[in-house]
């Protein structure tokens, strides 16, 4: 799927058509310009290596944010079999912005959570743009809960550009969900893996994100604070959103780094929205990979380790 196209994309996205456009017309009048094609698609190579092998970290936050990028019910329809959403968080309403379910990878059973932004307007509203209330958190955890009850493994999704920061949400008690999930994540005992497949934000990513594994896809990001945010904070000018990316370390290469992360899961050439079947399938590898080494993990010690990995986070060395 080759999406929309950001301007970094323009040379690839005009040359791809180009492409296309030969090929129509060698069909259609009988031509061969087998040739000329071949020369035109090696030079596409070339030029998607020449883009996507330099991005900025702007340009990742870009990518991360593409309309066209995958999200938590593309994946799966991808690779999770026999998905059934669960809804509610027993106490208010349904969160359609967080989605829910047991299913397999495969055949190992699982407890998927994730945000889900929506395609259209329509959707977006329906699915408050991927910035879930607090009985979208509540309603993760029920079924953290549930699935500890009966052992089976957690796998969270993360794609939100933060939390839904609406007076309502705030009176329905944002800030103690996002908390208590916090805290109850991080002595689950059953295995957690994490991973932000798109925009990780702030404490609307966190309180799903306490993981024994946190991974990120290769162009997403996670991040305290928006670019643009920082930006009109420390530069009085969300035009300096491209300076803040840069500053705030936000790519899962410095993530890597610094040991916010475990993992980096590759993403095709130019990014996941234009490839979900492979997307899909590097997607599905990393977990599998990681599930099977966190299921040989008795699990009084999978909890040591999920403490010890977070209280390491942060520290300063002299």
Not at 221 to 229: A, L, M, N
Request: hydrophobic fraction near 40%; charge should be neutral; proline fraction near 5%.
């Amino acid at each position: 799927m080759k999406g929309t196209g950001l301007n970094f994309e323009q040379p690839i996205v005009e040359l791809e058509q180009k492409i296309a456009d030969l090929k129509a017309f060698s069909k259609d009048k009988n031509i061969d310009l087998h040739n000329e094609i071949e020369t035109f698609e090696q030079r596409l190579e070339q030029l998607k290596h020449e883009i996507f092998d330099n991005l900025s970290p702007w340009q990742k936050v870009q990518i991360a944010r593409h309309p066209m990028r995958p999200y938590t019910l593309d994946y799966v329809k991808l690779f999770i079999d026999d998905f059934m959403e669960l809804r509610g968080d027993r106490a208010f309403k349904d969160d359609a912005a967080i989605v829910c379910g047991l299913g397999k990878i495969d055949q190992e059973k699982i407890l998927l959570i994730g945000h889900q932004k929506g395609r259209d307007t329509k959707e977006n509203l329906y699915r408050s743009f991927g910035s879930p209330h607090p009985e979208g958190y509540r309603k993760a955890m029920r079924l953290m809960l549930l699935a500890e009850q009966f052992n089976i493994p957690v796998v969270t999704f993360i794609d939100t550009p933060g939390a839904y920061p609406g007076v309502a949400a705030e009176e329905r008690g944002q800030a103690e969900a996002i908390a208590n999930n916090l805290r109850e994540m991080s002595h689950l005992n059953v295995p957690i893996i994490v991973v932000v497949i798109g925009e990780g934000g702030s404490g609307g990513a966190l309180g799903i994100g306490v993981g024994d594994r946190i991974c990120m896809l290769e162009n997403a990001y996670y991040s305290v604070i928006s670019p643009e945010g920082c930006a009109a904070i420390l530069w009085r000018d969300r035009a300096n959103a491209p300076d803040a990316a840069r500053a705030l370390k936000i790519t899962a290469p410095d993530l890597l780094q610094m040991g916010i992360i475990n993992q980096i899961i590759p993403e095709p050439l130019g990014g996941a929205h234009r490839d979900y079947k492979q997307a899909g399938l590097l997607l599905k590898s990393a977990i599998k990979k990681n599930l099977a080494l966190l299921l040989k993990i008795p699990k009084d010690e999978l909890v040591n380790q999920r403490y010890a990995k977070f209280r390491s986070i942060g520290q300063w060395e002299g």
